[in-house]
C-alpha cells in the first residue's frame, strides 16, 4: 500500500488482523520484562528514522505549508512526543527487569489535602536545563500512601504469563501522536494488543505509522487500519475485540455505548449498553482559563494575553484542551487593559485556516449563540455569562469566550473555580495564570483553590497542553465518569512511569519568560515557549526538540536552546 492510498480497510482484512492480534498477544504475554523494553528501544530507533516524514505529512493533512512558523506544532505533537513516550517506557521496563520500579530516581513528596506527588519534571540534568523553571507533578488522590505509590507502580508491565486480549484504539483525527501513544498504553500498562483506527483525517499518515511502529507490528502486537465510521462501528461489534479506547467526542462515545435515536434512550432507560466490552476514553470539554487579578506591568499583560490566545489558536483551535472560556476578575482594575491586549494578541497571530471537518458548523453555531460577538483576526471574541452555551459547548474551533466574576483574591480564586467545577461541561483540563506575589500572599488559599479543583490535567502560568507532551504526566479526566456519565472520559493515557490509580497531573511554568523572569525573582531561564502561536522559531525549535529526543545529547540540546532563544 502507498502512503497515498487511503482506502478503508475491507472486513477479511480486518478480520484477519484481529486474528494475528490475538496470536501476537499471547506471545507478548510470554515475553521477558527485559526483552518488552528492547522491543521499546527499537520503537523508538524507527520513530527517528520517519520523524521527518511524519511531521510533514501531519503538516499537509492541515493543510500548513511545512515551512510555516506554526509548522513546529506537528513536530512536537507528532514524533517528538512519541520518542519521549518510548524512551520512558522503555526506561519504565528496564527499571522492572533489573528488580527495581518505574519510580527509581523520581521525588515523592506532598501535595494539598494530604495527598502523594511524584515529581515527573525535570526527572534528569538535560530536563532541567530544557524546560528551566518548569516542574510537574502527578497527584494522588488523598489517603493513598506513598508506600501504595510504590507498592503499586509497574501496572502490569512487569507481569509475564498475563494475556491482555486484543484492543480497539480509534484514534483521534487532531494531534498525530495520539493513536501511537494510545496503543503504546494498552500494550505497556495491560498487555494488550491494538488494532489500531485511524480517524480519515490522517488517513495519509498511515504508512509511516507503520514504519514508525515496524517493531511493535513485526511482533504481531499492533495493526494500523484505515476506514470511517462504518469501518468503526464492525470494528466495536467484533467478537475478537476485548477492550475499546477511545480519543473523539462525548457523542461518538454515547452512540458507541447505547446507540442513537431510540435505542439509545431505551438501552440508557434500562441501563443496557449495546458495547459488550469495557471501554475507557479521552473526551475534551470547554477547559477554563483562571485569571487571578494582581498589578501586571504593562509587559505582563501583553505575554499573558498571548498566552491565553496562543492556548486557544494552538492547532488552529482544535485541541481538547483549547483553552476556551476566560475567567476574570469584574473588580480587577486592569480588566480592561487586559482584554485590550487579548484582541490585539487575536488579531496579531498568523493567519491560517481552520481545517477540521465540521469547524463552519460550529463556527456558525457559536454566531448564532452570539450575535454581537467580535471578529477579531479570524477568530470571534465573545462576553458571556454563566450558563451560556460557550460553558457547554465545546467548540474546537477558532472562538474564544470571556466571563467576570466579582471580587479579588481568594474570595475571586474561589467563585473561579466554583464556576469551573458546577458550570462548565468536562473535567480535562484547567489553566490558572497568576502572578508569583500574588500566590504567595494567597498561600494556602491558593493551594485549596488548585486541590478543589477537579480537573485531571491542571496547569500554573502553563497550558494544560504542555502535560499532554511530558510522557511521565498523566493524560485523562478527573476521576469519577461512567459509560452513563461520561464527561471527558474514563481512566488515564500516558502516564509512563505506569502509577496506579492517580488523580491528576500538576504544571507549573514561570509567570514571564526569560529574561523578565530574572529581572523580576523567577528563577527560570526559560524564553517565549515554543508552543506560542506567534513564534517565529516554533517550526526550527519543533525540529531540533525532535532531533535532540533521538538522541539525547548535551551536543543536540544547544541547538535546541538557540532556537528556541529566537522565538
Given at each position: 500500500m502507498s502512503v497515498t492510498d487511503t482506502r478503508a480497510?475491507?472486513?477479511?482484512?480486518?478480520?484477519?488482523?484481529?486474528?494475528?492480534?490475538?496470536?501476537?498477544?499471547?506471545?507478548?504475554?510470554?515475553?521477558?520484562?527485559?526483552?518488552?523494553?528492547?522491543?521499546?528501544?527499537?520503537?523508538?530507533?524507527?520513530?527517528?528514522?520517519?520523524?521527518e516524514e511524519w511531521a510533514t505529512l501531519a503538516a499537509e493533512a492541515k493543510h500548513v505549508v511545512p515551512s510555516?512558523?506554526?509548522?513546529?506544532?506537528?513536530?512536537?505533537?507528532?514524533?517528538?512526543?512519541?520518542?519521549?513516550?518510548?524512551?520512558?517506557?522503555?526506561?519504565?521496563?528496564?527499571?522492572?527487569?533489573?528488580?527495581?520500579?518505574?519510580?527509581?530516581g523520581l521525588a515523592v513528596g506532598t501535595a494539598p489535602g494530604g495527598r502523594v506527588a511524584v515529581r515527573v519534571l525535570p526527572r534528569t540534568a538535560k530536563e532541567w536545563v530544557l524546560f528551566n523553571g518548569f516542574r510537574a507533578e502527578v497527584w494522588m488522590p488523598p489517603g493513598v500512601t506513598e508506600r501504595q505509590v510504590r507498592a503499586e507502580a509497574g501496572l502490569r508491565a512487569g507481569k509475564v504469563g498475563e494475556y491482555g486480549g486484543v484492543g480497539l484504539v480509534l484514534g483521534a483525527g487532531n494531534i498525530s501522536s495520539i493513536a501511537p501513544l494510545d496503543a503504546f498504553y494498552e500494550l505497556v500498562a495491560h498487555n494488550r494488543a491494538s488494532l489500531v483506527k485511524l480517524n480519515p483525517t490522517f488517513a495519509a499518515l498511515i504508512e509511516v505509522y507503520r514504519k514508525a511502529l515496524a517493531p511493535l507490528i513485526?511482533?504481531?502486537?499492533?495493526?494500523?487500519?484505515?476506514?470511517?465510521?462504518?469501518?468503526?462501528?464492525?470494528?466495536?461489534?467484533?467478537?475478537?475485540?476485548?477492550?475499546?479506547?477511545?480519543?473523539?467526542?462525548?457523542?461518538?462515545?454515547?452512540?458507541?455505548?447505547?446507540g442513537t435515536g431510540e435505542e439509545a434512550r431505551r438501552r440508557r432507560a434500562a441501563n443496557d449498553p449495546q458495547l459488550p466490552v469495557p471501554i475507557t476514553s479521552e473526551l475534551g470539554g470547554v477547559a477554563p482559563m483562571i485569571v487571578v487579578p494582581g498589578r501586571w506591568s504593562a509587559a505582563d499583560l501583553r505575554f499573558q494575553a498571548e498566552h491565553l490566545v496562543s492556548m486557544r489558536l494552538h492547532n488552529a483551535g482544535h485541541n481538547c484542551v483549547a483553552g476556551q472560556l476566560v475567567v476574570l476578575s469584574a473588580d480587577w482594575d486592569q480588566k480592561d487593559a487586559f482584554l485590550a491586549e487579548l484582541r490585539r494578541a487575536l488579531a496579531a497571530m498568523p493567519a491560517r485556516t481552520p481545517w477540521y471537518p465540521g469547524t463552519d458548523a460550529k463556527v456558525a453555531r457559536a454566531?448564532?449563540?452570539?450575535?454581537?460577538?467580535?471578529?477579531?483576526?479570524?477568530?470571534?471574541?465573545?462576553?458571556?455569562?454563566?450558563?451560556?452555551?460557550?460553558?457547554?459547548?465545546?467548540?474546537?474551533?477558532?472562538?474564544?469566550?470571556?466571563?467576570?466574576?466579582?471580587?479579588?483574591?481568594?474570595?475571586?480564586?474561589?467563585?473561579?473555580?466554583?464556576?469551573?467545577?458546577?458550570?462548565?461541561?468536562?473535567?480535562?483540563?484547567a489553566n490558572v495564570v497568576v502572578r508569583p506575589q500574588d500566590r504567595a500572599a494567597l498561600g494556602a488559599a491558593f493551594d485549596a483553590a488548585i486541590a478543589d479543583l477537579r480537573y485531571g490535567n491542571i496547569a500554573i502560568n502553563a497550558w494544560t497542553g504542555?502535560?499532554?507532551?511530558?510522557?511521565?504526566?498523566?493524560?485523562?479526566?478527573?476521576p469519577g465518569?461512567?459509560?452513563?456519565?461520561?464527561?471527558?472520559?474514563?481512566?488515564?493515557?500516558?502516564?509512563?512511569?505506569?502509577?496506579s490509580g492517580p488523580e491528576r497531573t500538576v504544571v507549573t511554568g514561570p509567570f514571564r519568560p526569560f529574561p523578565r523572569s530574572v529581572l523580576h525573582g523567577e528563577l527560570s531561564l526559560f524564553p517565549k515557549p515554543p508552543w506560542f502561536s506567534g513564534s517565529r522559531s516554533g517550526t526550527e525549535t519543533g525540529r531540533q526538540l525532535t532531533r535532540y529526543a533521538a538522541v539525547p545529547s548535551w551536543g543536540r540540546l544547544i541547538p535546541v536552546l538557540l532556537a528556541a532563544f529566537r522565538a
Open positions: 480497510t475491507t472486513e477479511s482484512e480486518l478480520d484477519r488482523a484481529v486474528e494475528e492480534l490475538k496470536v501476537g498477544a499471547e506471545r507478548w504475554a510470554q515475553l521477558p520484562v527485559a526483552d518488552r523494553g528492547a522491543l521499546f528501544r527499537r520503537v523508538h530507533a524507527s520513530i527517528a528514522g520517519v520523524a510555516a512558523p506554526y509548522a513546529g506544532e506537528e513536530w512536537m505533537t507528532g514524533p517528538y512526543g512519541a520518542l519521549e513516550s518510548a524512551a520512558t517506557y522503555a526506561q519504565s521496563y528496564e527499571a522492572l527487569a533489573a528488580g527495581g520500579s518505574p519510580l527509581d513485526e511482533a504481531g502486537v499492533v495493526r494500523v487500519v484505515n476506514g470511517d465510521g462504518a469501518v468503526g462501528a464492525y470494528l466495536t461489534r467484533h467478537g475478537g475485540i476485548d477492550k475499546v479506547h477511545i480519543t473523539g467526542s462525548a457523542v461518538t462515545h454515547d452512540a458507541i455505548v447505547w454566531e448564532r449563540a452570539h450575535p454581537d460577538a467580535e471578529h477579531v483576526g479570524g477568530s470571534i471574541l465573545m462576553e458571556v455569562a454563566p450558563g451560556d452555551p460557550a460553558c457547554t459547548d465545546e467548540y474546537f474551533a477558532p472562538v474564544l469566550a470571556w466571563t467576570q466574576l466579582p471580587g479579588a483574591g481568594a474570595d475571586f480564586l474561589r467563585g473561579a473555580v466554583g464556576l469551573a467545577n458546577d458550570s462548565l461541561y468536562g473535567t480535562l483540563g504542555v502535560g499532554f507532551l511530558l510522557p511521565g504526566g498523566t493524560w485523562g479526566a478527573f465518569h461512567t459509560v452513563a456519565d461520561v464527561g471527558s472520559g474514563m481512566d488515564v493515557v500516558h502516564n509512563g512511569h505506569l502509577l
